[in-house]
C-alpha cells in the first residue's frame, strides 16, 4: 500500500502534465472547429455588402445575398410574379457566378402613386462576379416596394454590363424572321410616306415608359428631333429611287443575359440624284425584352444609314 502511495505520488506531476496538454488540444481544436465553421458559413452565406441602417436597402441586400446563394426559393417569397420575370433572373444569375463585390450607388423614390403607406424605390448595386471580367462590373438594378419597416416586395430586378456590352449572334428562326420582316415593312412604309409624326410618336412613347434599366441612353434619337430620319426622308425627297434590297438580317443577344435580343435588318436603297446613281445602306433595329414580358413581340427602336461609297473610302 505505502509503494501504491509512492507511485502515485510520482505520476501526479505527469498526470496533470497529461491532462493540461489535453485540455490545451481540446481548446484548440474547439476554436480550430468554430472558425472552420464560421468560414464555410461565410462562403455558403456570402454577406458582400454592407448594411446602410436603411430598410428598404438593408432588404433589398438580402434578397440579393439569397440570390447569391441560389435560394431563390426564399427570393420568390418577395417577389411580385407579373409576366414571369424572375424565371429569367434565376437563369440570368447562374450565369455570373460567386459574387465578389457589391456596393449600393443610387437609391432614388420612384414617382409612382403607391397606396397603403407604401413607395416604391429604384436600388442600383455596383458589383463583380466572378464570371465576369476583372475590370468590367455588373450593375444590378432593383424595383422594390416598402413601407420602411415590415413590408417588402421586389418588381423587378436585373443586371447591366459596365463598358462595352458583349453581343452575341445568332442564327434567326423562321418565324423570327418572318415577325421581324413584317415590323421592318412597317417602318419603310413610312419612310416612303415621309411619315415623320409617326417616328416621333414612337420615341415619345419609348422616352415616356419607366426607363428602370437605362435602355433609353442607347436610343440614337431623340422624340423633339428624329435627326436621322429627317435627313433619310430629305434624300429620298432629291431624286428617284428603285426598289429598296434587303441584304442582311441579324439576331444578337447579350452574353450572359436571357431574355432581351435585337434584331438588325438591312437593306440598300439605289437613289438617282442629279443623273448620279447613289447607294445607301438603311438599317432598322428592332428588339422585344422577353424578361419583364414573355409574349413581347418584335418594336421598332431606330434606324440608321450612310452612303455605302463613303464608308468604303474610310
Known amino acids: 500500500m505505502f509503494g501504491q502511495k509512492k507511485r502515485d505520488s510520482v505520476n501526479a506531476p505527469q498526470n496533470m502534465w497529461q491532462n493540461k496538454v489535453l485540455l490545451k488540444t481540446g481548446i484548440t481544436l474547439f476554436v480550430t472547429a468554430g472558425l472552420g465553421y464560421w468560414v464555410i458559413y461565410g462562403l455558403l452565406n456570402p454577406k458582400i455588402t454592407v448594411r446602410y ?14 440570390a447569391d446563394r441560389q435560394d431563390f426559393d426564399a427570393c420568390r417569397k418577395n417577389i411580385v410574379a407579373s409576366n414571369g420575370w424572375f424565371d429569367w433572373y434565376v437563369q440570368d444569375r447562374k450565369s455570373l ?3 465578389k463585390s457589391r456596393s449600393l450607388a443610387v437609391r432614388q423614390e420612384l414617382p409612382n402613386v403607391v397606396t397603403g403607406g407604401m413607395k416604391r424605390y429604384e436600388l442600383k448595386f455596383n458589383s463583380q462576379f466572378s464570371k465576369s471580367s476583372p475590370n468590367r462590373n455588373v450593375s444590378e438594378r432593383m424595383i422594390i416596394e416598402t413601407d420602411g419597416y415590415t413590408q417588402f416586395k421586389v418588381f423587378a430586378t436585373s443586371y447591366w ?4 456590352v458583349n453581343w452575341l449572334n445568332r442564327p434567326s428562326t423562321a418565324d423570327e424572321k418572318l415577325r421581324a420582316m413584317a415590323v421592318t415593312e412597317d417602318v419603310f412604309m413610312r419612310i416612303d410616306a415621309r411619315d415623320i409624326a409617326f417616328f416621333k410618336q414612337k420615341y415619345a412613347e419609348w422616352a415616356q415608359q419607366p426607363d428602370y434599366f437605362d435602355w433609353n441612353k442607347y436610343l440614337v ?7 436621322t430620319i429627317i435627313d433619310l426622308c430629305e434624300i429620298l425627297s432629291k431624286g428617284k429611287s428603285a426598289s429598296r434590297e434587303f441584304t442582311n438580317l441579324k439576331t444578337k443577344f447579350l452574353n450572359g443575359r436571357t431574355g432581351y435580343e435585337d434584331v438588325e435588318v438591312s437593306y440598300i436603297f439605289s437613289i438617282k440624284i442629279n443623273e448620279k446613281l447613289q447607294k445607301f445602306r438603311v438599317t432598322v433595329f428592332i428588339d422585344r425584352d422577353l424578361y ?11 434606324l440608321d444609314f450612310f452612303e455605302e461609297e463613303k464608308e468604303k473610302q474610310k
Not at 221 to 227: F, H, S, T
Not at 292 to 302: D, G, L, P, T, V
Open 53 to 66: 441602417n436603411d430598410y428598404a436597402i438593408d432588404t433589398a441586400v438580402a434578397w440579393l445575398e439569397n
Open 97 to 99: 457566378g460567386t459574387v
Open 292 to 302: 419583364q414580358n414573355k409574349s413581347a413581340e418584335w418594336r421598332f427602336i431606330y
Open 221 to 227: 434619337m431623340n422624340a423633339k428631333n428624329p435627326k
Open 161 to 164: 454590363f459596365s463598358g462595352n
